[in-house]
Structure formats: C-alpha cells, structure tokens
C-alpha cells in the first residue's frame, strides 16, 4: 500500500486576516468546519506569545469545534505551558518565538535551553498531551530531543523550501532532511516536518519513508483565496498522497 502521509491543517493565518482589522471575519470555526470536510487528520494553531493571530478564546473553541486531533504550537514558557494544559489539545508542539519575526524562523535551541525545553516538556506530557518539538535536521539536535523524553520531533522544512525547487540547495537540504529522518527513526522518534511548504516543493518530503506528518498553513490558505479551503486543503492531500 503506498503511504499515506498525515496532513495537519494550519489555520492560523484565517485569524491573521481577521486581527488585520479586528473583526469578527473571517471566522476561524468556519475554517474549521471547512477542513472537517476533508481527510486531513489534524489542525493546527499556534497561540503566539504577542497573539498575533490565534487569541485565546480561539484555543477552546477550535477544539470543541473538530473531531480531529489539534495540535497547538507553543514557546516553552510558564505561561503557555499552563495555557497549553488547561486546554488539553491532542497534541503539541514547542517551537522558539522571537517577537520580532515573521514567522517561526529556525528550530529550538534544544542545547542552550535545554533546562527550560525539557520542563515544559515534561509538565505536557505529565497532562497527558503528546509532545513534539520543532528542530532542525541536525542530529545533534534530534539526540538533545530524544534525551528530553518528547515523543515527537518535527523537523523545521525553513532552510529547505526556502530555495527554488530542485535546485542545487534544496537538494542538499532535503538530503539533510533524509538524513535526519533516518536517525530520529532509527531512535524511536515519531518525525513530522513542516514549515514553508507549498504545492510545489511538498511531494519530495511527502515521500520521504518515515515522515508521519506534515503541518502546512500559509500555502494552503494562501491557495485558499482562489479555490476555498475545502479544496485548497483536498489539492495538498492528493499531492501528499492521502486522499
Ligand atoms: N510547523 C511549525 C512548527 C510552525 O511553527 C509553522 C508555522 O506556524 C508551520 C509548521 C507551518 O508553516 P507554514 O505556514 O509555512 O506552512
């Protein structure tokens, strides 16, 4: 059977159009409702520390909202973490946040922070919510992940699409992202990646053997404006394999 790769849905720039201008549209459960339509098996938000984007009430309410798993992304401070646990999503994921940046840039410095990454690790997993943290195809990276306990790692893709596709560069990338797979599998680790991927650049992770997940949000909503979500979404499916 060929396989079948996990796609979770990030909607968080629903709510970056909505906050442009303080309004109630548009609606982030409309979103939701949307993607529920389809065979992608997970949603994910990223409640930001300046909340940009996902607000609060958002949290609670895109849960209540889906039978898929939701998967909140998180900085590892007191704050999120007891935010994270009082609203028991399936899963999580730490990533580092930087309040000037436009987007998630780089993974988690998981040797300087060690401490902090491997307590908020810790208090998730002890509220029963599986944890992944996002890194950089980098082994030494993944050993740090696999001595803090997470189960999941997701390996920032940035680097990768970031160059044109099938060009020298991203071709070292992606055997990067091989590479790193590999190892982390070969430990036990759940691998997921995610992180500037488009229609375009998607299908070579995709394939990648031991790559359970992807996580993909600005193309797909981006795509989202032409042919609406439910296909946006259905379109990235069929170029993963799993529709
Ligand atoms: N994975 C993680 C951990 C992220 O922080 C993000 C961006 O929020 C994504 C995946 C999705 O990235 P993009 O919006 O570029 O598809």
Known sequence: ?????????????????????????????????????????????????????IQDKDVPEVIARTNKRVNLELAATDEMVQLTCNNKPHDCCIVPEKREELTTEGGLDVIGQYDRIAKATDTLSAANIRVSLFIEPDLEHILKAYDMGAPVIELHTGAYAHHPDDSEAANQEFEKLELATEFANSLGLQVNAGH?????????????????????????????????????VNEMLTIIGNS
Request: proline content about 2%; glycine content about 6%.
């Open 1 to 53: 059977m060929p396989k079948q790769t996990i796609l979770g849905v990030n909607i968080d720039h629903v709510a970056t159009i909505r906050q442009a201008r303080g309004t109630v549209y548009p609606s982030l459960l409309e979103a939701v409702d949307a993607v529920e339509k389809t065979a992608a098996q997970a949603i994910t938000i990223h409640l930001r520390e300046d909340r940009r984007h």
């Open 196 to 232: 500037g991927l488009h229609y375009t650049n998607t299908q070579r992770v995709a394939q990648i053997d031991d790559i359970v997940e992807l996580n993909i949000g600005h193309a797909i909503v981006a795509r989202a404006l032409f042919v609406g979500l439910e296909q946006a």
